[in-house]
């Protein structure tokens, strides 16, 4: 891991009242994923991760995309040996979103397409401005169309249907087709995208984080698991979560009518 990925142009980080923004900075290559840059929003994202500080994550673009996915220069003639830890290292970035405790919130200013769908969908909310595209344009290229964590995640929020012709087709979508199919769960006018993120980021950063953590870890677990499975890491994930001081002044707070002060313990 890098000793400061905030020192890196290329993917950004700024860590503000109790919020974590992690930016793609390549507006010149519409923030497409460089190997390298994989490497350093690994390292951002873990940076944010295991900052106490942070309680929610957003993930942003600069320039007219949000994510262009793969950078298309590096798609050069290698052997299959070489290709494998390649496309594998591409699903790091997915795996660090999901993993981490605390909510992430993808701000999707513009296009998220091909590695940059994959990013969004692995986020836990996904806001987009009016006039976006989304979608995974792998096969009009001779790919598999399930790349970058697409065939887990896109028939899971839109349904088999829907996700069998995007991923077949490769067709792009715009932001209010997204929000009418599920891909995103808000849609607004471009100027107001930093604010509706920042008043969800705000609301997420004021709630209690253990309860956000297991919340997030029971969601993530219902996808690969049985009914009676995920009812027992209820149980236990409630046990948990009912022992916490954040517990016991959430109900304080609605006792007393007052706003709650969550601390994280």
Same mark, same amino acid.
């Given at each position: 891991?890098?000793?400061?990925?905030?020192?890196?142009?290329?993917?950004?980080? %700024?860590?503000?009242?109790?919020? @974590?923004? +992690? =930016?793609?900075?390549?507006?010149?290559?519409?923030?497409?994923?460089?190997?390298? =840059?994989?490497?350093?929003?690994?390292? $951002?994202?873990?940076?944010?991760?295991?900052?106490?500080?942070? !309680?929610?994550?957003?993930? /942003?673009?600069?320039?007219?995309?949000?994510?262009?996915? /793969?950078?298309?220069?590096?798609?050069?003639?290698?052997?299959?040996?070489?290709?494998?830890? &390649?496309?594998?290292?591409?699903?790091?970035?997915?795996? $660090?979103?999901?993993?981490?405790?605390?909510? +992430?919130?993808?701000?999707?200013?513009?296009?998220?397409?091909?590695?940059?769908?994959?990013?969004?969908?692995?986020?836990?909310?996904?806001?987009?401005?009016?006039?976006?595209?989304?979608?995974?344009?792998?096969?009009?290229?001779?790919?598999?169309?399930?790349?970058?964590?697409?065939?887990?995640?896109?028939?899971?929020?839109?349904?088999?249907?829907?996700?069998? #012709?995007?991923?077949?087709?490769? !067709?792009? +979508?715009?932001?209010? #087709?997204?929000?009418?199919? @599920?891909? +995103?769960?808000?849609?607004?006018?471009? %100027?107001?995208?930093?604010?509706?993120?920042?008043?969800?980021?705000?609301?997420?950063?004021?709630?209690?984080?253990?309860?956000?953590?297991? =919340?997030?870890?029971?969601?993530? !677990?219902?996808?690969?698991?049985?009914?009676?499975?995920?009812?027992?890491?209820? &149980?236990?994930?409630?046990?948990?979560?009912?022992? =916490?001081?954040?517990?016991?002044? @959430?109900?304080? $707070?609605?006792? #007393?009518?007052?706003?709650? #002060?969550?601390?994280?313990?």
């Amino acid at each position: 891991m890098n000793d400061d990925p905030t020192d890196n142009d290329d993917v950004l980080v %700024d860590i503000a009242d109790g919020v @974590g923004t +992690v =930016t793609l900075n390549r507006p010149d290559r519409l923030n497409t994923l460089a190997n390298p =840059t994989v490497g350093l929003l690994v390292d $951002a994202l873990d940076v944010v991760a295991a900052d106490d500080s942070v !309680r929610v994550v957003v993930l /942003a673009g600069n320039g007219r995309y949000f994510c262009a996915g /793969a950078d298309q220069a590096e798609m050069v003639e290698r052997k299959p040996q070489e290709w494998e830890p &390649i496309v594998r290292r591409y699903l790091d970035p997915v795996r $660090a979103i999901v993993g981490m405790d605390k909510p +992430v919130i993808a701000a999707l200013h513009g296009d998220a397409v091909g590695g940059g769908l994959g990013l969004a969908l692995a986020s836990d909310f996904r806001i987009a401005a009016r006039g976006i595209r989304l979608g995974a344009p792998f096969t009009p290229i001779g790919l598999a169309g399930c790349d970058m964590s697409a065939g887990w995640f896109l028939p899971r929020l839109v349904g088999l249907g829907r996700a069998t #012709e995007l991923m077949f087709t490769g !067709r792009l +979508v715009d932001a209010d #087709e997204a929000l009418d199919i @599920g891909l +995103v769960q808000q849609v607004v006018d471009a %100027d107001g995208l930093s604010d509706a993120v920042a008043g969800l980021a705000a609301r997420l950063a004021d709630g209690p984080p253990i309860a956000h953590a297991w =919340t997030k870890r029971a969601i993530h !677990r219902s996808l690969g698991v049985d009914m009676d499975a995920e009812f027992e890491f209820e &149980i236990f994930a409630q046990v948990q979560c009912i022992q =916490t001081e954040d517990h016991h002044e @959430g109900v304080l $707070a609605f006792q #007393e009518k007052r706003r709650p #002060e969550f601390r994280g313990v």
